[in-house]
Each structure stands twice: as structure tokens, then as C-alpha cells.
């Protein structure tokens, strides 16, 4: 890319002589081509944490912290989708392509739906080494965990809504049909993927599970970049979602 005009640098004519290789600044491509990648990324930070404020204002009438956690994850996936409505308005020429294209019937969303179980394998597998080795801190893991699935349990179909399908297509619009792409036009496409999964990684604020989260973010990746739509990726992790919170037991739920 120019660094001076940002756009797409091709080799000039034969005709015209030798083609000069391009000058770049340190930071020239990203600033230029996807600095607003870091400023949504704190948007989905301050709903968070305006979140977590609220929450915590109300939490002595709520009582537990327990429910206090179950509480402050449905706020936190309203607000994110309020912030995902101006991304997805004010970034619409970078969104709407990868709504253009279902990519439901291609092999690699067939072959995405077969690799699921393989990356629900793995969180279970990382939640089991990691509960073993952090035995006193797993009872306060397993109990906010079991809060959470009980209140799911017992709420249906707010928790399928708010917890599985929100926060699929929140992220998924943000962190692949933004970020990723944003990203993409400034770094190398295996460059890209990584950044991009390490900010989806981050924005679920935990040390403890990162390294899932990232895992996943690269499996999303993969499955936008081919199927050049967010169908596939929105279905995937609405479904990781879902397996997570109602199917595996409660000390390895990720949420």
C-alpha cells in the first residue's frame, strides 16, 4: 500500500522503467488502512465496563454475587449489541459484503460444522488440565459456573436469545466482518487472523480462557476468509455458545 494515499500498490508498466520497491513508516499501513479497528475494539470495552458499573451499583439488591455474574453477562451482551448497531451502521460498506453471500451449502462450512466438536473437545480437554492445576481456585470457577447454568436452565429462552445468538452475531460482526477484514487490508492474511483473534480473545477479559478464545477466533477466521460470509461463523458460534452453557457440565463451561 502507498503510504501516502493508502491504496493498493501494483508494479508500473515495463514501459516506464524499473518499479520502485514501496517506503513505508513503522506504522503507516495499519494507521492508515484499519486504526479504527482500536477504536471499536474500546467501544466494546467502555460497554463492558459500563456494564460491570451498573451491576454492580444494583448488586445489593440482588444479594449474591453469583447472580450478580449471571446478571451482569446479559446486560453486558445488550450492550455490546447497542454498540454493534453503530459499528455495523458506521462501518456498513466494510459489513454488508459478507452479508451478501449465505455460504451455508459450501465444504467449508460442512467442514467447519465437523471440526466443531473437535474445538468443544478442546475447551473441555483445557478446562480439565487447567482445573487440576488450579485447584484452589476451581471451586469459585466451578460455583459461578454452576450459577449460571442453573439461571440458564431456568430461563430458557432470554439465555438462548441474549447468550447464544447475541453474542454470536455481535462478535461475530465486529471481530471477522470488521476487524478481521479491516486488518486484512493492512497485514498479511495470517497476520490478520491472529490480531484479530487475539482482540476477540480479549474482549471475554479472561486470562484463564484466552487461549480458547483464540483458538476459536482463528477456527472463525478460517471460515469467513473462505466462505466470504458471516453466516457460517454467526452459526458456529451460536452453536459453541449453546454447547457451552446447557450441554457440557458446569465446571467447564466457558461462560
Same mark, same amino acid.
Given at each position: ?7 493498493? +500498490? ?16 513503522? =506504522? ?24 460491570? *458499573? ?14 450478580? $455474574? ?5 446486560? !453486558? ?22 452479508? !451478501? ?11 467447519? &460444522?465437523? $471440526?466443531?466438536?473437535?474445538? *468443544?473437545?478442546?475447551? +473441555?480437554?483445557? !478446562?480439565?488440565? &487447567? ?14 459456573? =454452576? ?39 493492512? $497485514?498479511?492474511?495470517? =497476520?490478520?487472523?491472529? +490480531? ?8 471475554? &477479559? ?11 477466533? &482463528? ?16 452459526? %458456529?458460534?451460536?452453536?459453541? !455458545?449453546?454447547?457451552? %452453557? ?10
Amino acid at each position: 500500500f502507498c503510504p501516502n494515499c493508502a491504496q493498493e +500498490w501494483r508494479p508500473q508498466s515495463p514501459a516506464l522503467g524499473p518499479t520502485p520497491e514501496p517506503v513505508f513508516a513503522a =506504522d503507516t499501513r495499519i494507521r492508515q488502512r484499519s486504526g479504527e479497528v482500536y477504536v471499536v475494539f474500546s467501544l466494546y470495552l467502555c460497554a463492558m465496563f459500563v456494564a460491570f *458499573i451498573l451491576m454492580a451499583l444494583g448488586l445489593r439488591s440482588l444479594g449474591k454475587v453469583s447472580e450478580f $455474574l449471571y446478571g451482569y453477562l446479559i446486560l !453486558n451482551e445488550i450492550l455490546a449489541g447497542a454498540v454493534t448497531v453503530w459499528v455495523a451502521y458506521r462501518y456498513r460498506f466494510i459489513i454488508l459484503p459478507f452479508f !451478501n453471500v449465505a455460504g451455508l451449502m459450501t465444504p467449508t462450512f460442512l467442514f467447519g &460444522l465437523l $471440526l466443531l466438536p473437535v474445538m *468443544i473437545g478442546f475447551n +473441555w480437554i483445557y !478446562n480439565e488440565a &487447567l482445573g487440576s492445576l488450579m485447584m484452589d481456585l476451581s471451586s469459585v470457577f466451578t460455583a459461578g459456573a =454452576d450459577h449460571i447454568r442453573t439461571q440458564s436452565i431456568e430461563h430458557v429462552v432470554p439465555t438462548v436469545l441474549l447468550m447464544c445468538l447475541l453474542p454470536a452475531i455481535t462478535e461475530e460482526i465486529a471481530c471477522r466482518a470488521f476487524m478481521f477484514t479491516s486488518l486484512r487490508k493492512a $497485514l498479511s492474511l495470517k =497476520d490478520a487472523a491472529v +490480531w484479530s483473534s487475539v482482540l476477540f480473545a480479549a474482549l471475554h &477479559l479472561s486470562v484463564y480462557q484466552f487461549p480458547v478464545w483464540f483458538v476459536f477466533g &482463528l477456527y472463525l477466521c478460517w471460515m469467513t476468509h473462505r466462505t466470504k460470509s458471516v453466516f457460517p461463523a454467526i452459526i %458456529i458460534h451460536c452453536l459453541y !455458545n449453546y454447547f457451552m %452453557i446447557f450441554l457440557i457440565p458446569a465446571h467447564h463451561a466457558v461462560r
